[in-house]
């Protein structure tokens, strides 16, 4: 689809979307972690 839009941008999609996600489960983690108390000593008051 993104070569019908634009034919000579030479951008591929999957590895962009593989990216992303890699990126948003790292992001995800990282937000669990804290969410969850795990690791959070810094937090303690």
Known sequence: ???KVL???ML???P???SRI???KRDWAIIYDIL???D???FES
Request: proline fraction near 5%.
């Open 1 to 3: 689809m993104l070569e």
């Open 7 to 9: 034919p000579h941008a």
């Open 12 to 14: 591929k999609a999957k």
């Open 16 to 18: 962009n979307l593989v």
């Open 22 to 24: 890699r990126t948003f």
């Open 36 to 38: 969850s108390g795990k």
């Open 40 to 42: 959070n000593r810094d």
